[in-house]
């Protein structure tokens, strides 16, 4: 008896690079929370600090606003120095030797200035790596978290490349955020305070000059940072949106390959790309010109403060030392705003692309459970319908007043024209949509009343359309009940008959599917999907078309595991070809979202109604 273990030839063509590649192990760290976010970038980004990283984060602060202190005393020892130095110049030998152990102070303070402040700034980047990775993985859990709690019309209405984008937009843009803020803030302040100080302290009349650049330069820089946000914001969803629909083509290549429409898809992304380009052109040009504003007031500032200075050291009024602070501070400070506009710039930009990602991630859900919800419990698997309605945001009514009850264990097929109202009813029962009137019960309890993932815990599901993970076989069967054993395993997928074609493959079970399973075939990858489901083994089946990708020869088998797996449990199986559902308890015909007919397959034929008219159309070969 081969195993999982064994190789052999592929069918697929695999290569010695197709070897399986193991997911990192879980980490407890990023398990198990509740996923709460809040909706506006600056309450967004203090939860998450709040919650995980102040003390760090006041760690970070610290080593900022210490390192920009010892920095901004610097032009204050230098001027002393040089004061210093010309007093000794000229001097009597007594006087030198006091000038020369001044001299000696004060630049053993100006290296210890020369050493400390970088120093300190490294420190802030040692205590960054153990705050902003953390931050950053916490973000994506808690956001990804969250996205995926949206019910079916969420992701059925945004593209899938553009979520993945927004989440990791979402922590990067709050990291940048946060790294800006620390620096920026701390640094900026103590800066303003030390220099007024020095200033007021070597020549009180030049602080009038120093605050009014101060205010000036700080309400100029946040006006026009403010209305660069909105750049930021317009640029962030026009690269959200190439990026999904670059997603969207690349993930669908044979699909493109097959109509040949490489050039038509060419045509339709240099749209995108041509937004995306005309918003990050917008967003630059409103930067550059923000820059060149707020150089020119900078300038200003340095020219007027330093001929001020200047004439009053040669009206005698300050010493070479004084004026030689002044000038180096007003160098010190003009390069500080400078780099505290640039820092505007980017922190208003992130504010900007970190509001689009949230607009987009962070939108309340459709379907919550309600508060203290219990999980369902499932004893029978008895499903009733009772007057149940429901209609779709666009208007259309599918369902109104319907009533339909499956008893435990009875195995049901739903059969109709396209557009009856037949694949809704399944997602109903699994509450992926909010009835519009009327109740569900499963033994008894409503499942509006009882928490969403109980609802799916204890009902199995194969679609017509299988859902494959870009990982291995085991571990995509596996997903039916992620605790099974390897024994489990196969033996489901044996039930499910694809163990013979895994173990032909190189890596027998360890083979990795590709992308949405495209290095199966369509009928192994439904195969898979039946196994997941055989794994699961939940009290509720249901089929949608769960035999539409196989031949005659493995439908015969997998009919024969069915029939075996049902025993028992209560099933509501979806079928196109008749003959899949001969042998069901009950045919339900649909049409108009009312039930039209139902009975046994003999039953509905003898009646000579709407499903014998469908079986003969099919039993005659029309379709």
């Not at 650049?213 to 006006?223: D, E, G, K, S, T």
């Not at 083509?249 to 045509?267: D, G, K, P, Q």
């Not at 780099?339 to 970190?354: A, C, H, N, P």
């Not at 015969?556 to 308890?585: C, F, K, N, P």
């Amino acid at each position: 008896m081969a195993t999982p273990s064994q190789t052999g030839p592929s069918k697929t063509g695999e290569s010695d690079d197709d070897a399986p590649k193991k997911d990192p192990p879980p980490d407890p760290r990023f398990m198990g929370r509740d996923a709460h976010l809040k909706t506006t970038p600056v309450s967004f980004v203090w939860s998450f600090i709040k919650r995980f990283q102040p003390i760090g984060v006041i760690w970070l602060v610290l080593a900022v606003v210490l390192g920009t202190g010892v920095e901004t005393a610097q032009p204050y020892v230098f001027g002393a120095l040089v004061d210093a130095i010309t007093q000794a110049v000229g001097a009597d030998a007594p006087a030198v030797t006091e000038a020369a152990a001044q001299v000696t102070v004060l630049f053993a303070i100006l290296a210890a200035i020369w050493i400390g402040g970088p120093l300190l700034d490294r420190l802030y980047w040692v205590a960054s790596a153990f705050v902003m990775p953390e931050l950053r993985s916490r973000i994506q859990e808690y956001t990804f978290a969250y996205v995926m709690e949206h019910a079916p019309k969420y992701f059925l209405d945004t593209m899938a490349g553009s979520v993945a984008q927004k989440i990791r937009q979402a922590a990067n843009c709050t990291v940048a955020i946060l790294e800006t803020s620390v620096l920026v803030v701390p640094r900026v302040a103590v800066m303003l305070v030390v220099s007024g100080f020095l200033l007021w302290n070597a020549a009180a009349d030049l602080i009038v000059i120093f605050v009014a650049f101060a205010v000036v330069f700080l309400a100029v820089a946040w006006v026009l940072a403010r209305k660069c946000q909105k750049f930021a914001k317009a640029h962030a969803k026009a690269q959200a949106s190439l990026s999904g629909r670059l997603v969207d083509s690349v993930s669908n290549w044979s699909l493109v390959r097959t109509f040949a429409r490489n050039v038509h898809e060419r045509w339709s992304f240099s749209g995108y790309l041509g937004r995306e380009w005309q918003t990050s052109h917008q967003l630059r040009l409103a930067l550059a010109l923000m820059r060149i504003g707020l150089h020119l007031v900078t300038a200003g500032f340095l020219v007027t403060l330093i001929w001020f200075s200047v004439q009053k050291c040669l009206a005698g009024g300050m010493t070479v030392g004084d004026l030689t602070m002044v000038v180096t501070l007003s160098f010190f400070i003009a390069g500080t705003i400078n780099w505290l506009g640039d820092s505007l710039l980017f922190f208003f930009e992130q504010v900007g692309t970190l509001s689009d990602a949230l607009d987009t991630t962070t939108v309340p859900h459709a379907i919550v459970d309600q508060p203290d919800a219990p999980p369902l419990k499932v004893s029978e698997g008895r499903v009733v319908l009772d007057r149940i309605s429901f209609t779709f945001d666009d208007g259309k009514q599918v369902f109104k007043d319907l009533s339909l009850e499956l008893e435990p264990g009875e195995r049901v097929a739903l059969v109709g024209p396209s557009g009856a109202g037949k694949s809704t009813l399944t997602k109903l029962i699994r509450r992926h949509f909010l009835l519009s009137g009327g109740r569900i019960l499963i033994d008894g309890q409503d499942i509006a009343e009882v928490t969403w993932d109980s609802i799916h815990e204890q009902i199995s599901e194969v679609p017509q359309e299988s859902g494959v993970f870009h990982r291995s076989i085991r571990d995509n069967i596996r997903y039916g009940r992620p605790e099974a054993s390897d024994d489990e395993v196969i033996a489901a997928a044996k039930a499910a008959h694809c163990h013979d074609f895994i173990v032909t493959r190189k890596h027998g079970y360890d083979s990795v599917v590709g992308e949405k399973g495209m290095k199966l075939s369509g009928g192994e990858r439904q195969r898979v999907a039946i196994a997941r489901a055989f794994l699961k083994d939940s009290p509720i089946l249901i089929l949608d078309e769960a035999t539409s990708s196989l031949d005659s020869a493995i439908e015969h088998l997998i009919q024969d595991a069915l029939t075996r797996l049902v025993a028992g449990r209560t099933v509501l199986a979806i079928a196109h070809r008749l003959s899949t559902i001969m042998h069901m308890d009950r045919i339900i015909f649909l049409d108009g979202g009312r039930i039209v007919e139902q009975g046994t397959h003999d039953e509905l034929l003898a009646k000579g109604g709407a499903y014998a008219t469908h079986w003969q159309r099919q039993a005659g070969g029309f379709v």
